[in-house]
């Protein structure tokens, strides 16, 4: 079974910085596509940054410049990196990746994944 694990979330004043991990584990084969998403009280989730496996990365605009994800492949997880952090950062950050797994020997997938998230909060 797999599972993706997050970590590094917490409460940070404005203009600090956090680093978010994600942890891919269980029965994988290969993971394409990582990324980090966000949801606000009140809001929809929303796409933060992705990584592909070949190492390419996007961002929305309001985190460019600010945030850099990464990703350890021999590890099977991925990162985010928060600097200048703002109250509008606040936040449950969710992981979310594409992973072929291997079942019974045969390969399934890639199906989509997501982790159980974690509270990001900026004060002012």
């Known amino acids: 079974q797999v599972q993706l694990v997050e970590s590094g979330g917490g409460l940070v004043q404005a203009g600090r910085s956090l680093r978010l991990s994600c942890a891919a584990s269980?029965?994988?084969?290969?993971?394409?596509?990582m990324g980090w998403y966000r949801q606000a009280p009140g809001s929809q989730r929303e796409l933060v940054a992705t990584?592909?496996?070949?190492?390419?990365?996007s961002y929305r605009h309001s985190v460019k410049g600010r945030f850099t994800i990464s990703r350890e492949n021999a590890k099977n997880t991925a990162y985010l990196q928060m600097n200048s952090l703002k109250p509008e950062d606040t936040a449950v950050y969710y992981c979310?990746?594409?992973?072929?797994?291997?079942?019974?020997?045969?390969?399934?997938?890639?199906?989509?994944?997501w982790g159980q998230g974690t509270q990001v909060t900026v004060s002012s």
């Open positions: 269980g029965s994988i084969f290969s993971i394409n596509t």
């Open positions: 990584v592909t496996s070949a190492g390419n990365t």
């Open positions: 979310n990746a594409q992973i072929s797994a291997e079942v019974r020997g045969s390969l399934v997938g890639p199906y989509n994944y």
